[in-house]
């Protein structure tokens, strides 16, 4: 059974920055697509960024040129950088990995969707303030 972990959220001021990073293990397919959301609350949950084996990533436009989604395939990790961070990027942040079944599908564009993520982690909280 696939787990992923995250760590890394924390109370920042605007403008501050702070790393996520999801360990994922039980992983044994060697291909993968992995992705970050967010869940405010009394909003839906959002897709932020993702990235594949490939390493082909996808950032929502609400943080694009803020954040980063990178991956150590060693340590079977994956990272999100933000930086600028503002009050709306508060959240709980969730990271997700790829149902097999639709390895095909994100293989060019990782998706934002998360219809197609089947393992989720248990959330990091980020909390921005003004």
């Known amino acids: 059974q696939v787990q992923l972990v995250e760590s890394g959220g924390g109370s920042v001021q605007s403008g501050g920055s702070l790393r996520l990073s999801c360990e994922a293990s039980a992983f044994t397919y060697t291909w993968y697509s992995m992705a970050w959301f967010r869940h405010a609350p009394g909003q839906e949950r959002e897709g932020v960024s993702a990235?594949?084996?490939?390493?082909?990533?996808n950032y929502a436009d609400s943080v694009q040129g803020r954040f980063t989604i990178s991956q150590d395939n060693a340590k079977n990790t994956v990272y999100l950088q933000m930086n600028s961070l503002k009050p709306e990027d508060t959240a709980m942040y969730y990271c997700?990995?790829?149902?097999?079944?639709?390895?095909?599908?994100?293989?060019?564009?990782?998706?934002?969707?998360?219809?197609?993520?089947?393992?989720w982690g248990q959330g990091t909280q980020v909390t921005v303030s003004s």
């Open positions: 990235i594949n084996s490939d390493d082909n990533t």
């Open positions: 997700a990995a790829v149902a097999p079944r639709y390895f095909m599908a994100v293989r060019r564009t990782p998706s934002l969707s998360e219809d197609v993520y089947a393992y």
